[in-house]
């Protein structure tokens, strides 16, 4: 449960939050050590430190893991096998989330070519139809036939869609946001000590750190929704901000997705200045026109935050908050998400424990260690946790007592002799044992109690086959020495 950031174990369950409670759940599943461990979006609610045990762990978990998750370098860590569901069908990949973006990119290709070879075809078919044949020979019924197969089959390839978010921000002045020796503490608690912030337009800044330690008061600080205890915020006049908490506001089920995009705009303007109608954003925001009319209620959660967040932009903001974004949104959208932030113009500050989102979109960041401590970094999240973990390696040798050198043996026992005149067969027989049995592997078919069983064998062969070698190391250095 420590592992997993829960240090509150005299609480009761009724008084944690939401994400506490996941922590829990998360910790008693790992607890039963299960033959197959289905996880459902398992790095939500966990911070770095959390993550990275979590990865370890279930590499080395020995039973079977199927998960989903949007966390994509959590995918890559821990995933040999990845099953992409797409229209309607699922496609099967071998290898991590690296090996998959390569082998999809090269399905897409064939599929689009494929697609292209049927357009043309249908193209010169289309020709021939309209020139008037006529189905008077089985010749030509045949080819009729195989046109109107033809004409069903087109359009069968599908691809992600892309989100066109080319929506316009309205001009942002030099003057953004500022804190200046702002204190916050809440039930004792101090999130914040005498903290200074300057937001420059176009800045890229990613928090991340410890859960509770702030890091959400601090947006909420900054939207001007908490006060501060102590300190001074000040907002630049052409400030227009745009807040993605973590919550969706209050949707009502009952109204429908078009009305509800139309209290914030009838129209929305573009980069390039024109003006698209707000039909024509949802299109391309991946809802498609039948689903304009579609009451909220009836949306799925991913459909309701890709929604807020639509909404969110059209009303042109200059600055955005954004607080973990990529909670229920899939990777499609989120990699669209990322594009769009890095084009545009103006300030983007992101609350996440995402690693591969803020290694994208930030460009700063601020830890929260707790306490109060925050700490500055310039770079990648990546290089922050590499750089941390040294540091420990590097404090756990200087702290580490320094053994006092073994007195070396002068000579041989009796016993010792007589396993020095032995081992080297030994350790033949071993290997040979093992070349044997990877033998009888390579031939032993689909049965799979019998290979378990090998593997086993092959595992204790290996474990005696390297104390031989330790032992004959230690008994070689002395021989040597006389």
Known sequence: ??????????????????????????????????????????????????????????????????MVTHDRYFLDHVANRIFELSF??????????????????????????????????????????????????????ARINRFEDLKENLHQVKTDGQLEMNIATTRLGKKVLELKEASYSIEGKTLLDHFDLLIQTNERLGITGKNGAGKSTLLNILAERTPLDNGVIEVGETVRLAYYTQQNETLDPNKRMIA???EAAEEVKQRDG???????????????????????????????????LLKLLIQQPNVLLLDEPTNDLDIATLTVL????????????????????????????????GNGKIVSYFGSIMDYLEQQTTNKEEKAVKMKPQSQPKERKKKLSYNEQKEWETIEDDIALLENKIEELTETMNHQGDDFTKLQDLQKEIDQTEQSLEEKMARWEYLSEIVEEN
């Open 88 to 141: 309607g069908k699922l496609y099967e990949y071998q290898g991590n989330y690296e090996a998959y973006l390569i082998e999809k990119a090269e399905r897409d290709r064939i599929s689009v070519e494929q697609e292209g070879k049927r357009k043309q075809l249908f193209k010169q078919e289309l020709a021939w139809m309209r020139a008037g044949a006529k189905a008077r020979t089985t010749k030509q019924q």
């Open 274 to 308: 024109s003006q698209i109608s707000v039909a024509e954003i949802l299109e391309r925001f991946l809802f498609p026109r039948f689903m304009h009319g579609t009451l909220i209620g009836k949306l799925s959660g991913g459909e309701k935050r890709r929604l807020y």
């Open 260 to 262: 509800y995009l139309q």
């Open 1 to 66: 449960m420590n592992k997993l950031g829960i240090d509150t174990l005299d609480k009761k369950i009724s008084e944690l939050s939401g994400g506490q409670i996941k922590r829990v759940a998360l910790a008693q599943v790992l607890i039963d050590a299960p033959d197959l461990l289905l996880l459902d979006e398992p790095t939500n609610h966990l911070d770095y430190d959390a993550i990275q045990w979590l990865e370890s762990y279930l590499k080395n978990y020995t039973g079977s893991l199927l």
């Open 338 to 369: 990322e594009d769009y932030l890095h084009d545009f113009s103006g300030a983007v500050i992101t609350v996440s424990h995402d690693r591969y989102f803020l290694d994208k979109v930030a460009e700063k960041l601020l830890i929260f260690e």
